[in-house]
């Protein structure tokens, strides 16, 4: 079945650097991407949506400067922390709306700023 | 999207129980789906429920929805320590994006 995958599963760095998520959808296109956060036992939160050719929209206290989104093909999105943070530190989720269970999620990338 | 708000957020039980939890709702709905979330994972589609269904099972899911009460509740019979997730409900609407509340935290002891 249809498959969302992220790359990297992890990743520590330090303050200051930027680092690259990638978000593919393997089997199906993706006009439209969704990124998430989720802070430790708490729920997901909605970053910001992925628009194929388009600029991204962001939510509300979501910094656009600070969390750049690409959807550069119809399978690929990525999210680059620059500068990043120790209150950047979170994990990230994408997902890709689909027509049979409505969205498809990603596993996830664990971000780890030192 | 709506959110929808899961209860009890925290649920323990012993393996081979059944877990029962519950999600409310505000506006009307189209469908309702729960999700799964291992720790430290993405999220896994369990089941679908349409507006005009009251009860839908999936191996050893059920869940139930009752529009009048806008709330739907998930049981999983005969729990395995596998079990053992955050759940989550979330009612779609177009594409728009999926909003999530807080969950459920079902810890299934061995």
């Known amino acids: 079945g249809a498959v969302v995958s992220q790359h990297p599963s992890w990743v520590i760095c330090k303050s200051g650097t930027s680092v690259k998520i990638e978000c593919r959808s393997l089997d199906f296109q993706a006009t439209t991407m969704f990124w998430y956060r989720q802070f430790p036992k708490q729920s997901l939160m909605l970053m910001a949506t992925s628009n194929e050719g388009s600029k991204a929209t962001y939510e509300q206290g979501v910094e656009k400067d600070k969390f750049l989104i690409n959807h550069a093909s119809l399978t690929l999105s990525t999210l680059t922390v620059t500068s990043a943070h120790p209150e950047d530190s979170s994990f990230y989720i994408c997902?890709?709306?689909?027509?049979?269970?409505?969205?498809?999620f990603g596993p996830g990338t664990r971000l780890t700023v030192l | 999207s709506q959110q929808g708000e899961e209860d009890p957020q925290a649920l323990s039980i012993q393996e081979g129980e059944n877990a029962t939890m519950n999600c409310s709702y505000k506006t009307s709905i189209n469908n309702l789906q729960w999700y799964r979330q291992n720790s430290g994972r993405g999220l896994v589609h369990l089941i679908l429920?349409?507006?005009?269904?009251r009860e839908k099972h999936s191996g050893r899911l059920r869940v139930t929805l009752d529009t009048s009460k806008k709330s739907s509740s998930l049981l999983i019979t005969a729990s395995r320590a596998a079990d053992t997730a955050s759940y989550f409900c979330a009612m779609p609407s177009g594409n728009t994006p999926l909003v999530f509340g807080k969950g459920t935290r079902l810890s299934v002891i061995a």
């Open positions: 997902s890709a709306p689909s027509k049979v269970v409505t969205q498809y």
């Open positions: 429920i349409r507006s005009n269904e």
